[in-house]
C-alpha cells in the first residue's frame, strides 16, 4: 500500500494534464497566423496579434472598465465582509446560521439568478444601469471571499490578544487598529486578491447588472459568440490568464501558514 | 528592583473613546452595528430582490399584450411541464448528471493520489494545480474548449494522427451524444462542463480522504481483504461524504449555466438558456422564475439528502 | 469563617455579594472579598470554582451580574478594562505576535499617547527588572516560556497598576522554572509593594506565595486566611479535602477517641507511629489499625491505614523510621490538640 500503482499514477497524472493542457492551446493560438478558423496544427506563427491588441481602444477601455470595477468591488466587500467576519466570528446568537447561508447566497445560487433579480431591483429602484450597479453586483457575490478569509484568521487569533489590549489602556477603535488589523492583514489581501481576481472575470451577473458599457469579460463573450479576429482574443485571454494568476498565486502565498487558502471551495458561476 | 516614578499620562478623552465605553457597556450594540452594512445589503436589497423575482412565478403574463398579470395563479409553475418545458428540464438534469458522474471518475484519482501518496511538496504542487485553473478565468477556459473541439481543431488532429477519426465519427453519428462536429454536441458540452467544475470536485474528496487513517486501510489488508475489496468497503465509502460534497457544486453550476451552452452545443436549449431568453427577448419574466426556481429547489433538495451524508464536513 | 481583611483605610479590592452567571452557571455566586494594598493574595480552587472569573471581574473582561466592585474606593461596575488601574499577566502570556518584545512592553505606553523616546527608556528600564535586558528586538516566538511570562510581567508593570492581576501565570511552565519563578515573583511584589492578585489551582503555590489565600468552591469562597491557618484549620470538608489532604474526622469517631461530638480535620503529619508496647502520650489516643498501602516521598512515608472501625486515614511519618509493610497492624498516636474543629454540615 506504500506506493501508488502505475494506474493510479497514470489517473492522476493524466487528470492534471487534463486540467491544464486547453490553457497551453490558448497560449499557442495566440500566435498562429490563422484568423479565420481555429486549424490545428497552427499554419504559421507571428507575433503581429500582440501589437494589433497594443492599438485597439476597444479591449483597452474594457481592460480599464474591468479593473476599475474590480478595484472597488474589492474595496466594498473588503469593508463588508470585515464586518460582517468580525460580527459572526466568534459571536453565538440565534440567527448566526442563516445569517452565514445569506453571505454565501450569491454564489451558491446559480450566477443567471443573482443577476436577473439584481437587475429588476434595479429597475424597480428606478436606477439606471451604470459603472455603479455593475460594482454593485460584484461587491455582492465578493463579500463572502473576503468574510471567509477574515473569519478563518479571526478564529485563530486568540481573544486574549485583545483582553491585553484593552487591559493595556487601548479602547475598542485603538484595539482594532494595533492588534486586530495587524493579524488579519495578510488575510484580509488574500482575500481581496481572490475578491479581485473574481471580479476581473465576472461575466454572468455583469451581462445582467450593466448598460451598454463593456467589460473585458463582456467583451470576450461577444468575441466568442462572433469571432472576428481570433487570435486577438487569444491575445487577450493570455492577459487575463496573467492578472488572474498572479493575485491568486500570492494570495496563495499568503494564507498558506496554518491552513489552505480559505474561500476555494465556494467560488464558481 | 523598582520603577522609575513616572506620572503616566492620561489617554485622550475624544468621542471615539466614549463610544467605545458605549460599545463595550452593551455587547451586542457592537454585534448589530458591524453587521448592518453587510445585512442591508445582502438582507434587504438582495434577498428582497430574490423574492420579488422568485415571487413572480405565481403571475402569468397575458398572451396578447405580453404584460404581466399580477395575479396569483399556478398556471406558468404548471407551464413547466408542458412537454417542450419538460425537455429542457430533463435534458439538464441529464447533462448536470453525466457531468457530475466524469467529474467524480476523474477527480478520484487525482484526490487519492495527493491525499495517500504525494508528500509535503508535492501535496503543495498538487494544490496549487487544481487551484490555479479553479480560479482562472471562466471565459478562457471555456473558448480553451471551442479551439479544441473545433471540427478542424486539436481533438480532431490528433485522432487522425492516431487514425481514430472513424471511431471519432462513428461517435458524432450516435443519436443524443453525438452532432456534426463535437462542438455542436452534447458530448462536447459535457466534456467542457467536466473540466470547468473538476476543481471543485477533487478539492472535497482529497479532504474526505484525508480523514482516512492510513492505519485503517492497514487493518483491511491485515484482516485479509485484497486492494480491490479495500477500496469498495473501506475507501470508496469514506471518500463518499466528499464525492457527495463535490457533486453539490459540480450539479449546481452546471443547472445555472448558459454560456457553455450557447458557445459549445446544440440549438436544443437548456434551463439557463430558458431563462436567459425568456427574461430577455420574450420577456416573460413569469416563466422564467419559474424557470429559476427549479435548480433552486433541486440543490435544496440535494443539500438536504447531503446534510445527511455529512458531505458539509468534507467542504 | 471570612476572616477579617488586614486594617487599611481603603482596600485595594473590595467586592460586596458579586454575582456572575453565564446562563444557568453561576460561575461567582455571592463573593465578598477585601484585598489590602501591598497584599499578595493568591484564590486557589479547582477549574470552573469561579476564581478566574473573580479576576475577570476585576480587571473589567466581565461584569457583574449583582454585587458591587471597588478599586482603592472607586466604583468600577459598568467600566471598560482600560479604564481600570489594573493589568493583567495573562494565562497564555497574551503577548503581540505581530510586535517585537520591546515594542509589546510599550503598547501600554504608546496607547496614552507617551513620546516614543520616553517610552522606549522606560519599556527597556521595565525588561531590566524583570532580567530581560537587551532582548528588545526579539519576537515573542523566539523566546522560551519563561521569557514571555517575564515580557508579559514587564508589559503589565510598565504602565503603574495600582493592583496586578496574574491569571494561572506559571501554569506552562516546567517544574523547575516554576519554583524558581514563584521565588521571583514574591521578591518583585515585595520591592514594589503593589497588590497582586494571583489565581491558581496549585495549592502548593498559594500557600507558598500568598500573604492571604481565598479558597474557591462552586463559585463562593468557603475560606479565607493566611496560609498557614487554611492549611492547619481546614474550615470545611472541602477545604481539607483540597488544600493537602487532610484525614476528616467523623462526629462519632471523634468521639471514640474522646474528643467532643463534631467534625475535625486531622493533618496526616500530625499522627505518630507507636512502638508496641508503648502508651499513647498524654492528651493522645491510641488506635489500632491494619497497613493499606505504604509510599515513600523522600522525606517522609505516607501510610494509608484502615481502623478496626473501619474508617480510612492517612498519616505521613517521618521517612527515617522503620517502615511497615502493606497487611502490618500497627498502632496509632492521635494527639486530641491535633483535631481541629470544621464547620458543621446542614
Redo the contacts between chains.
Keep these: ?1 506504500n ?2 500503482s502505475l494506474g ?2 497514470i ?2 497524472l ?3 494534464a ?3 493542457v ?2 497551453l ?2 497560449l499557442l ?1 495566440a500566435f498562429t497566423t490563422e484568423e479565420k ?5 497552427p499554419p504559421g506563427y507571428t507575433l503581429k496579434w500582440f501589437g494589433v491588441v497594443w492599438g485597439r481602444a476597444d479591449i483597452w477601455a474594457a481592460v480599464g472598465l474591468s479593473l476599475k470595477v474590480a478595484t472597488i468591488a474589492t474595496l466594498i466587500a473588503l ?3 470585515t ?2 467576519a ?3 466570528a466568534r ?1 453565538k ?1 440565534f440567527g448566526r446560521e442563516p ?1 452565514s447561508l ?2 454565501v ?2 454564489i ?7 443577476g ?3 437587475r ?2 434595479f429597475g ?1 429602484m428606478e436606477i439606471p444601469f451604470s459603472f455603479w450597479t455593475i460594482v ?1 453586483g460584484h ?2 457575490f465578493c ?1 463572502v471571499v473576503v468574510y471567509n478569509n477574515a473569519v478563518a484568521r479571526l478564529r485563530r487569533l486568540s481573544p486574549s490578544l485583545i483582553e491585553a489590549s ?1 487591559d493595556l ?1 487601548a ?3 485603538q484595539t482594532f487598529r494595533l492588534v486586530v488589523l495587524p493579524n488579519i492583514g495578510t488575510a484580509l489581501l488574500a482575500g481581496g486578491m ?1 475578491a479581485f ?2 471580479s ?2 465576472e ?2 451577473v455583469t451581462t445582467f447588472t450593466a448598460g451598454q458599457q463593456s467589460t473585458l ?1 463582456i467583451w ?2 461577444s468575441e ?2 462572433r469571432p472576428r479576429q481570433r487570435p486577438v ?2 491575445v487577450v ?1 493570455v492577459l ?2 496573467l492578472v ?2 498572479l493575485p ?2 500570492a494570495a ?1 502565498y499568503l494564507t ?1 501558514e496554518g491552513g ?2 480559505r474561500g ?6 | ?4 516614578t ?1 506620572d ?5 478623552e475624544g468621542a ?2 466614549r ?3 458605549l ?3 452593551r455587547g ?1 450594540l ?2 448589530l452595528l ?2 448592518a ?3 442591508i ?3 434587504l ?6 423574492f ?3 415571487g413572480q412565478s405565481i403571475f402569468s403574463i397575458d398572451e396578447f399584450s405580453g404584460t404581466i398579470v399580477r395575479e396569483p395563479t399556478t398556471a406558468t409553475l404548471l407551464e413547466l411541464f408542458r412537454p417542450a418545458n419538460f425537455d429542457i428540464l430533463m435534458r439538464t438534469v441529464g447533462i448536470a448528471t453525466a457531468v457530475t458522474l466524469l467529474c467524480a471518475v ?2 478520484f ?2 484526490a ?3 491525499a ?2 504525494a508528500g509535503p511538496r508535492a501535496k ?1 504542487a ?23 473541439l ?1 471540427k ?3 481533438i ?2 490528433f485522432a487522425g494522427r492516431l487514425g481514430l477519426d472513424g471511431a471519432l465519427d462513428a461517435w458524432l453519428s450516435l443519436p443524443l451524444v453525438g452532432g456534426p462536429s463535437l462542438s455542436v454536441s452534447y458530448t462536447g458540452m459535457v466534456l467542457t462542463f467536466t ?1 470547468l ?4 470536485m ?3 474528496v482529497q479532504a474526505a480522504l484525508e480523514r482516512v487513517p ?1 492505519s485503517l ?2 487493518a483491511a ?1 491485515d484482516l485479509g481483504a485484497g ?1 480491490g475489496y479495500t477500496f469498495r468497503s473501506v475507501i470508496l465509502p469514506l471518500a463518499m461524504p466528499g464525492v457527495v ?1 463535490g457533486a453539490v ?1 459540480t450539479f ?2 452546471t ?5 457553455v451552452p ?2 459549445i452545443g446544440t440549438s436544443a436549449l437548456v434551463l ?1 438558456q430558458a ?2 431568453t425568456l ?1 430577455g427577448t420574450a420577456g416573460n ?1 413569469p416563466l ?1 422564475a419559474a424557470f ?1 426556481l427549479v ?2 429547489l433541486v ?1 435544496a433538495l440535494f443539500l438536504t439528502l447531503a446534510k445527511r451524508t455529512g458531505a458539509f464536513d468534507a ?1 | 469563617m471570612h476572616a477579617p481583611a488586614p486594617t487599611s483605610a481603603v482596600p485595594a479590592v473590595r467586592f460586596a455579594g458579586v454575582a456572575r452567571h453565564f446562563g444557568a452557571v453561576r460561575a461567582v455566586d455571592g463573593v465578598d472579598l477585601s484585598i489590602a494594598p501591598g497584599e499578595f493574595f493568591a484564590m486557589l480552587g479547582p477549574s470552573g470554582s469561579g476564581k478566574t472569573t473573580c479576576l475577570r471581574l476585576i480587571a473589567g473582561f466581565e ?1 457583574p451580574d449583582a454585587g458591587h466592585i471597588e478599586i482603592f474606593g472607586e466604583t468600577v461596575e ?1 467600566l ?1 478594562p ?2 481600570r488601574p489594573v493589568n493583567t499577566v495573562f494565562q497564555d502570556y497574551a503577548l503581540f505576535p505581530h510586535l517585537s518584545v520591546g515594542e509589546n512592553v510599550a503598547y501600554g ?1 504608546k ?4 513620546a516614543r523616546a520616553e517610552r522606549e527608556k ?1 519599556a527597556r ?2 525588561l531590566a ?1 524583570v532580567k530581560l535586558a537587551g532582548l528588545e528586538a526579539r519576537r515573542p516566538a523566539q523566546l522560551s516560556g519563561g521569557q514571555r511570562q517575564r515580557v508579559a510581567l514587564a508589559r503589565a ?4 497598576p495600582k493592583v496586578l492581576l496574574l491569571d494561572e501565570p506559571l501554569g506552562a511552565l516546567d517544574l523547575k522554572l516554576r519554583e524558581e519563578m514563584q521565588v521571583e515573583l514574591k ?2 511584589q515585595r ?2 509593594g503593589l497588590s497582586f492578585v494571583f489565581v491558581t489551582h496549585d495549592q502548593g503555590e498559594a500557600l507558598s506565595m500568598a500573604d492571604r489565600v481565598a479558597v474557591f468552591n462552586e463559585g463562593r469562597i468557603v475560606q479565607v486566611g493566611p496560609p498557614e491557618t487554611v492549611y492547619e484549620r481546614p474550615a470545611n470538608r472541602f477545604v481539607a479535602a483540597f488544600v493537602g489532604a487532610a484525614n476528616v474526622i467523623e462526629p462519632d469517631m471523634a468521639v471514640a477517641l474522646g474528643a467532643a461530638s463534631g467534625l475535625y480535620s486531622l493533618r496526616p503529619e500530625k499522627i505518630a507511629l507507636l512502638a508496641p508496647g508503648v502508651p499513647a502520650p498524654d492528651g493522645a489516643a491510641a488506635i489500632e489499625a491494619s497497613v493499606v498501602d505504604v509510599s515513600y516521598q523522600g522525606a517522609v512515608r505516607r501510610l494509608a491505614v484502615r481502623t478496626t472501625a473501619g474508617v480510612a486515614l492517612t498519616a505521613a511519618v517521618p521517612a527515617s523510621h522503620r517502615a511497615p509493610a502493606s497487611g502490618d497492624s500497627v498502632r496509632l498516636a492521635i494527639p486530641l490538640g491535633a483535631l481541629m474543629p470544621m464547620e458543621a454540615e446542614t
Design positions: 500500500m506506493r501508488p493510479l499514477k489517473a492522476a493524466g487528470g492534471l487534463f486540467l491544464h486547453p490553457l492551446f490558448i493560438y478558423s481555429y486549424a490545428f496544427p469593508v463588508l465582509g464586518l460582517a468580525g460580527a459572526l459571536a446568537f445569517i445569506l453571505f447566497l450569491p451558491a445560487l446559480p450566477g443567471i439568478v443573482t436577473i433579480a439584481l429588476q431591483a424597480l454593485l461587491a455582492t463579500i484593552m489602556g479602547d475598542a477603535f481572490l481576481a473574481l476581473f472575470d461575466v454572468i469579460p470576450m463573450l466568442l459568440i482574443t487569444n485571454a487575463v490568464i488572474t494568476f491568486i498565486l496563495y498558506r489552505q487558502a476555494a471551495a465556494g467560488t464558481g458561476k | 528592583m523598582s520603577l522609575a513616572f503616566l499620562p492620561s489617554p485622550r471615539l473613546r463610544f467605545s465605553d460599545l463595550l457597556r451586542h457592537i454585534v458591524l453587521l452594512p453587510p445585512l445589503w445582502l438582507g436589497v438582495y434577498l428582497g430582490s430574490l420579488v423575482f422568485l476523474i477527480a484519482p487525482i487519492y493520489y495527493a495517500r501518496y503543495a498538487f494544490y496549487l494545480a487544481v487551484m490555479m485553473p479553479l480560479w482562472s478565468s471562466y471565459l478562457v477556459k471555456v473558448y480553451g474548449w471551442k479551439l479544441l473545433a478542424e481543431g486539436a480532431s488532429w473540466y467544475w473538476l476543481p471543485f477533487i478539492l472535497p492510513a486501510i492497514e489488508g486492494p460534497a457544486f449546481s453550476l443547472l445555472g449555466d448558459y454560456i450557447q458557445i439557463g431563462v436567459y427574461q419574466i422564467a429559476s435548480p433552486i440543490m467542504m | 461584569q459598568g471598560p482600560y479604564r505606553l496607547v496614552r499617547g507617551v522606560l528600564e521595565a527588572l508593570l510598565v504602565v503603574r521578591s518583585l520591592a514594589l
